[in-house]
């Protein structure tokens, strides 16, 4: 029996233009770190149930009045007024992550990482307490959920293919983060091997484009909207279906993907593009280990503590990255209610 109950009663309407952009901005950056979710952005911001109504829109009656020039029922299909301002606040979030938290990865990793542990941390009681029922079998799933999702981020990166079939299906898989909170794109890209292709592409090209560029991330781009045309779907009938479980699920996902941001990891296999192996990295060998070095390519960590980090813990940066992680959550909570 269907467990029914209003999740969101958010419109477009119930946001301005700024707020949206804001929301946009936020979902955007989110998306481009490995880990990070921009589904958890787009639910605790209270416009979850808004973006997958837009995202199913797009079907054949839609490609109709497209092909018919009927753009007035077009915008009004698509609800273009959310759509526009929420994408136009990604872009410009995708273009900070891309070149400002890019670096940021390199140069401060552990005050990023605690950022976003903190607030995905906070935002799982978030999540629960829209649950109209808290009974045991729920608690199941919700543990269920984190068990899946710390087996996910627990695996290594694969060696990716730069086939134009594989970029696609990649693109299809990843882009599922925008509808699943918990369940990092980035992470996805990581996983089979093309985070280090598709971002630096994607770099490049906003810098000095190539017509191969321009394909590449064309038929990525193409891989995601396929993803999104099937995904949402899924996930709006589990939610209109089943929201109780559905919510459990996707935050025990968000719980479980913590393993994967946390701040303090030390590298234990790294691949050597010059040769092609992967090397195991000795303990007693990280003090000098260079992780910033083009030729390699991190494979595998472990999560340690502070006094065990291979290099400057930097705690009391970590420490307020973390309470400010927490205290972007009770702001953007805060947005729900508009």
């Given amino acids: 029996m269907a467990d029914r109950t209003p999740i969101e009663n958010s419109t477009s309407e119930s946001f301005s233009k700024i707020g949206l952009i804001l929301r946009g901005a936020a979902m955007g950056v989110a998306e481009v770190i490995p880990g990070v979710s921009g589904g ?7 416009i979850y149930k808004a973006l997958l109504d837009s995202i199913k829109a797009v079907d054949g009656q839609l490609i109709k009045h497209i092909f018919s020039l009927k753009l007035k029922q077009v915008w009004i299909q698509l609800n273009g007024a959310f759509l526009l301002w929420l994408i136009f606040g990604m872009v410009l979030g ?16 552990e005050i990023l990482w605690a950022l976003f542990f903190g607030l995905i941390l906070a935002s799982i009681p978030y999540m629960l307490s829209k649950l109209s029922n808290r009974n045991g079998s729920y608690i199941l ?13 627990s695996l290594s990166p694969a060696e990716g293919s730069t086939s134009y079939l594989y970029v696609f299906i990649a693109g299809c898989i990843a882009i599922s983060a925008l509808v699943l909170p918990g369940i990092s794109g980035s ?6 091997g093309l985070y280090t292709v598709i971002i630096p592409t994607l770099r490049s090209f906003v810098s000095s484009p190539s017509l191969d560029q321009f394909i590449l991330l064309s038929v ?10 099937v995904f949402s779907r899924l996930v709006s009938g589990a939610f209109e279906r089943y929201p109780n479980i559905t919510i459990s699920l ?14 303090w990891r030390n590298p234990t296999i790294y691949l050597d593009k010059t040769t092609g192996l992967n090397q195991n990295i000795r303990p007693q060998a990280l003090n000098s280990f260079d992780i ?5 390519k991190i494979l595998q960590d472990i999560n340690v503590g502070p006094s065990s980090y291979y290099a400057d813990p930097q705690v009391v940066g970590v420490c307020v990255a973390f309470l400010l992680g927490i205290l972007l959550v009770f702001l ?4 729900d209610k508009p």
Wanted: hydrophobic share 60%; charged share 5%; with cysteine.
């Fill in 94 to 109: 995708i273009g900070v992550g891309v070149f400002g938290i890019s670096y940021l990865l390199v140069a401060r990793p």
């Fill in 220 to 229: 990525f781009g193409l891989g995601c909207l396929m993803g999104l045309m």
């Fill in 141 to 153: 799933i919700f543990l269920v959920g984190a068990v899946i999702a710390y087996g996910i981020t």
């Fill in 40 to 46: 958890t952005i787009a639910f605790i911001t209270g």
């Fill in 292 to 296: 910033h070095n083009e030729n390699i």
């Fill in 187 to 192: 992470f996805i890209l990581l996983l089979m």
């Fill in 250 to 263: 996707m935050s025990g996902f968000m719980l479980g993907s913590l393993n994967k941001i946390w701040p």
């Fill in 332 to 335: 953007l909570t805060k947005a």
